[in-house]
């Protein structure tokens, strides 16, 4: 008996050993390489493979074929403008991280590897990167939703200097289908932007909450991790209070409109524009990024037909216009595909002489645009 508890032991210390080795083995394939003209070199080992292809948003038409030599497959984007990058290789057709670059980010159930331009500071990608300025706290809580009957998560961020005991303005900033409540912090890249922009000076210090925005679950990704899987007691839009409720309970706010602000987007953006409604004179900034702008899911009536067929929701509209709000703000890009529900949403505004800013860029329903909505928003609150 003891010789079999002596060999379980030694073959325990060896595999410990090896996950130990394993911690620190090197990649010798040096990727990603930043190039002296703007371009980025991406590198993978696969010796026995027989093709290797990429795909993503610094690739030339999203998708390329790379090329080898001694068993290191090669590809060079062109020169790139200052920015977040997402890429990831398939080898033989399986799909695979760059293992040479530890930066990646999840979205859904999609895995990127991740990299960053930069070319002077205050542009795109010195704001999603760290630096060497003061920065603030992210946590990670759980809520009491007596409204939808469980505890759910969302995670906060609390400016330079909060822990001296100022109180700050607070946004709400809300996530789109698939994502959950650390979507803001890994591909939105929110607590760098946040910090960034304070240091330079064009944003003032403020709490961003970013909650999980899927009623029937309680925390984390959609379809994995922790999840209740029956039907919410109540809609998100109604539970928002209970998020609210705990932010005035446990942090130092400023209270009132003047320091409120809700944004969100595609499905936040939905999300906020119905919470919005439902709460007239409680948010002083309001923004739609990419928003799906309906007064119901499923709707196929254009937006003035839903709004003249539901008087409570016009009711709601004009008290919140009433409340007269600092800004309402709507930012999309030109290829997105809810565009048009935003065209309809700007000429219901116009027929009803409800101020709004719009901004409109190229591009569609994707992470890059709304990184530069927030950095945009951001800076034009309180």
């Excluded at 930069?118 to 003061?134: A, I, P, R, T």
Aim: with cysteine.
């Amino acid at each position: 008996m003891k010789k079999l508890h002596l060999l379980a032991a030694t073959l325990l210390m060896a595999s410990a050993v090896q996950a130990q080795q394993a911690i620190f083995e090197r990649h010798d394939t040096r990727s990603p390489e930043f190039n002296a003209d703007g371009t980025v070199t991406l590198r993978i080992k696969a010796p026995e493979a027989k093709k290797v292809g990429i795909i993503g948003d610094c690739i030339e038409n999203g998708r390329g074929e790379m090329t080898q030599q001694d068993g290191v497959w090669t590809y060079t984007t062109k020169a790139l403008p200052a920015e977040l990058y997402s890429y990831r290789f398939y080898v033989d057709g399986v799909e695979t991280q760059d293992a040479g670059n530890i930066e990646r980010s999840r979205d859904v159930r999609s895995f990127m590897s991740t990299f960053i331009v930069s070319k002077e500071e205050g542009d795109l990608g010195y704001l999603y990167q760290n630096h060497n300025v003061e920065h603030g706290d992210v946590s990670h809580v759980w809520y009491d939703s007596p409204t939808l009957g469980m505890k759910r998560r969302m995670s906060i961020y609390t400016p330079p200097g909060y822990d001296k005991g100022k109180a700050y303005p607070v946004l709400y900033l809300l996530h789109g289908a698939g994502g959950d409540e650390e979507a803001w912090l890994t591909l939105g890249r929110m607590a760098q932007i946040m910090d960034n922009l304070i240091a330079l000076g064009k944003a003032k210090p403020m709490i961003v909450v970013t909650p999980n925005g899927n009623a029937s679950d309680d925390a984390g990704p959609l379809e994995t991790g922790i999840q209740n899987k029956s039907w919410p007691k109540a809609s998100y839009e109604e539970s928002f209070k209970d998020i609210m409720n705990y932010v005035a309970k446990h942090y130092k706010i400023k209270k009132g409109a003047d320091n409120t602000a809700l944004c969100g987007l595609s499905m936040g953006g939905y999300h906020t524009f119905r919470i919005s409604m439902l709460n007239p004179g409680t948010f002083g900034y309001i923004g739609l990024y990419s928003a799906a702008v309906r007064l119901g899911r499923g709707q196929q009536k254009s937006l003035e037909q839903q709004f003249e067929e539901n008087p409570e929701a016009t009711a709601q509209m004009k008290a919140l216009f009433a409340a007269k709000p600092h800004l309402y703000w709507i930012a999309i890009g030109k290829e997105d595909f809810l565009f048009q529900q935003n065209v309809e949403l700007r000429h219901y505004l116009d027929k009803m002489q409800y101020p709004y800013e719009y901004y409109e860029n190229e591009g569609g329903h994707i992470w890059r645009n709304w990184r530069i909505y927030l950095s945009m928003f951001a800076q034009r609150l309180f």
